[in-house]
C-alpha cells in the first residue's frame, strides 16, 4: 500500500469530489466516533479517503487496487494535482491541519552562500531519547532541497517508515551539498539537567559539527551564513554562542516554529523526527512486554506498558525518562528537581570552552576538566562506561556525548566480543553515542565490525554517521572526535582527546 496522500481542497472542489465518488457509486461513509470526518470511502480493493470537516483529504490508495488508482487519478485533476503533504496521518480525534505553503528557500538577505537550520524532537515524550538536528546547505540547493522536505508538516504523526524514508531522500542529496547532523540527549542526563540547559549545550555543539562538515569551522568569516534555531526558550550559553556565530559575521535567527518559514529548519524537524522514528522502532521490535505505543505519556498503549512495567517491579529501563511526572506518580515519588548544566568552563579548559562556543573546538589541544583543578586528554573506562579513572566522579565524562562530535573506534574494539560487549543494551559503553566511522575502505570500520555498527543503529542503540576520513586521528581532529582505544591484553578502554 502506497503512502497517504494528503490534499487541502477547497469549498468547490470539495463538491465536485462528492459528486464524483457517488457518480461511481461509493457510498460516502460518516465515523461516529470522529466528528473531525466528514464522510469516509472505501474501495472494495481495500483503497481508503477520508475528508475531514477542515477540507483535508487524506489519500490512501492500496497497491493493485485499480478503482482507488482511478479515483486518485481524478481527484489529482479535480484538486489541479495540489498534493500536501505525503505519508502524514491525522492523529486519532484531531481536527485535521489545513496544508501550509513551503518554507522561504533562499535566506532572508541576498548574498548568502549558506543556509543552517537546527531543530528537535523528543523532549516532550516519555519513552526514547530526545534529537537534536541540523541541517547546512548552498543556497542555490534550496528548491532541490524544498521537492523533498519542503511540503512535509513535521508536527503530524507518520509512520516510522515514512520519516525513514523522507530522512534516506535526503541522504541522497549529500553528493550535492545538503549536510545534516544529529546528536541525542541521553536520558540519564535529560533525567537530571534542566532541559533546556541541555538544549543549550547540544545546540552550541550541533552548530560545530554542521560547521566542520562544511569546513566553515576555520573560515575567516561566516558573513555568507544564515543559520535558524527554534526558540525553545535558550538560556545563557545559546545567547553567547549566537553573539560568538554573530561576531564572526553570520546572520543567526532564533524563531519560534522556524521550520515553518527556513527550508533549512524544516529538513532538521525531518531529519530529528526521522532518527527518533528508527529508535522507537528499534525499541517496539526488541522490548517483550509491549506494546510500547508512541511514546507519548498520553498514548493508551504508553500508560497500560508503564502500569505494567511498574507492577512487575521490574524497574525502568535507560528509554524511560524517569523524571517525567507520569513515571514519578507510578513510583510514589514527587516531582524531580533538576540541576543546572555545570558552565562550559567547569567541563572544559578555558581555551576549549571558547572554541566550542565559536564552533571550532580543537580535540588536538583541547583538555578536560577532572577533579579539583586537573585537566584531562585522556579517560579511562571499561565496556559497561563505568569510570575506572579518575577515580572520583568527573563532570566532564557525564557530559563527553554532548561535548564532542562522537566516538571514533580503534581497531583494538573493533572486534566481534568486544563490540558487542560495548554494544550490550543498557550496559554498554556506546549506547546512545554518536559513532563516527569512515568511508568504505576504512580498515576499522569496515567488514563485520561496519555491520555490526549498522545493525545497533537500526535497533536505536547507536547514531552512525559517516565521515569522509579513512584515517582514525584525522577523523578525531576533523569532527571533534573522541577516539576509544583498547589497552593490549586488558579489557581497559581508553578515551584519548587526538
Keep these: 500500500m502506497g503512502g497517504p496522500v494528503t490534499r487541502s481542497l477547497s469549498p468547490e472542489t470539495a463538491t465536485a469530489l462528492r459528486a464524483l465518488l457517488a457518480s461511481r457509486g461509493h457510498v460516502l461513509q460518516r465515523n461516529p466516533k470522529n466528528r473531525y470526518i466528514d464522510f469516509e470511502v472505501r474501495t472494495d480493493g481495500r483503497s481508503i479517503f477520508t475528508l475531514y470537516t477542515s477540507r483535508k483529504l487524506v489519500s490512501t490508495v492500496r497497491e493493485g487496487d485499480a478503482e482507488g488508482q482511478v479515483l486518485e487519478a481524478e481527484i489529482a485533476r479535480l484538486a489541479g494535482d495540489a498534493a500536501g503533504v505525503t505519508g502524514d496521518a491525522v492523529a486519532d480525534g484531531a ?16 548574498g548568502l552562500r549558506f543556509l543552517a537550520g537546527a531543530d528537535e524532537t523528543g523532549t516532550g515524550e516519555l519513552l526514547g531519547s530526545a534529537f537534536v538536528a541540523g541541517a547546512l546547505l548552498p543556497a542555490g540547493l534550496a528548491e532541490t532541497v524544498s521537492t523533498v522536505a519542503g511540503h512535509v508538516d513535521t508536527k503530524v504523526s507518520r509512520a516510522a517508515s515514512g520519516w525513514e524514508a523522507l530522512g534516506e531522500r535526503l541522504a541522497g542529496l549529500h553528493g550535492d551539498g545538503l549536510l545534516t547532523a544529529v546528536l541525542p540527549i541521553p536520558n540519564r542526563l535529560f533525567d537530571a539537567y534542566s532541559k533546556n540547559g541541555l538544549l543549550d549545550l547540544t545546540y552550541v555543539r550541533l552548530a560545530g559539527d554542521l560547521l566542520a562538515a562544511a569546513g566553515l569551522s576555520r573560515a575567516p568569516s561566516l558573513e555568507d551564513l544564515e543559520l535558524v534555531i527554534d526558540d525553545y526558550g535558550g538560556g545563557a550559553l545559546l545567547d ?25 529548519a524544516r529538513v532538521a524537524s525531518v531529519v530529528a523526527r526521522s532518527h527518533r522514528s528508527r529508535e522507537m522502532a528499534g525499541l517496539q521490535a526488541s522490548v517483550t512486554d509491549g506494546p510500547l505505543g508512541t511514546g507519548n505519556a498520553g498514548h493508551p498503549q504508553t500508560l497500560a506498558w508503564l502500569r505494567r512495567r511498574q507492577r512487575a517491579r521490574s524497574g525502568w529501563p535507560s528509554f524511560v525518562k524517569a523524571s517525567f511526572k507520569t513515571v514519578r506518580a507510578l513510583d510514589g515519588l514527587p516531582e524531580v528537581r533538576k540541576e543546572r548544566v555545570p558552565p562550559l568552563p567547569e567541563l572544559l579548559d578555558e581555551d576549549a570552552a571558547e572554541d566550542l562556543l565559536r564552533g571550532r573546538l580543537d580535540v588536538a589541544t583541547a583538555r578536560l576538566r577532572g577533579p ?16 575506572l579513572e579518575p577515580r572520583t566522579s568527573c563532570l566532564a565524562w557525564d557530559f563527553l556525548p554532548l ?3 562522537g566516538l571514533v573506534l580503534d581497531e583494538s574494539v573493533s572486534a ?5 560487549a560495548l554494544l550490550e543494551p543498557e550496559r554498554g559503553l556506546l549506547c546512545g553515542w554518536r559513532v563516527l566511522v569512515g568511508p568504505p575502505g576504512a580498515a576499522q570500520d569496515d567488514g563485520p565490525a561496519l555491520v555490526t555498527l549498522a545493525r545497533a543503529h537500526r535497533a536505536g542503540t547507536i547514531t552512525v554517521l559517516g565521515t569522509d576520513q579513512r584515517d582514525s586521528s584525522e577523523r578525531c581532529v576533523q569532527h571533534a572526535g573522541v577516539l576509544l582505544t583498547r589497552s593490549p591484553r586488558s579489557e581497559v578502554l581508553a578515551l584519548q582527546l587526538a
Aim: glycine share 10%; proline share 6%; net charge positive.
Design 372 to 387: 579539583g583543578a586537573t585537566l584531562l586528554r585522556r579517560l579511562k573506562v571499561n565496556a559497561h562506561g563505568e569510570l
Design 95 to 110: 481536527p485535521a491541519r489545513p496544508a501550509r505553503a513551503g518554507p522561504r528557500h533562499r535566506g532572508t538577505r541576498t
Design 403 to 405: 561535548l564532542c562530535g
Design 240 to 264: 553567547r554562542a549566537i553573539t560568538a556565530w554573530r561576531g564572526a559575521g553570520a546572520h543567526v535567527l532564533l524563531q519560534t516554529k522556524a521550520d515553518e518559514n527556513h527550508i533549512a
Design 416 to 420: 566481534p566480543d568486544m563490540l558487542d
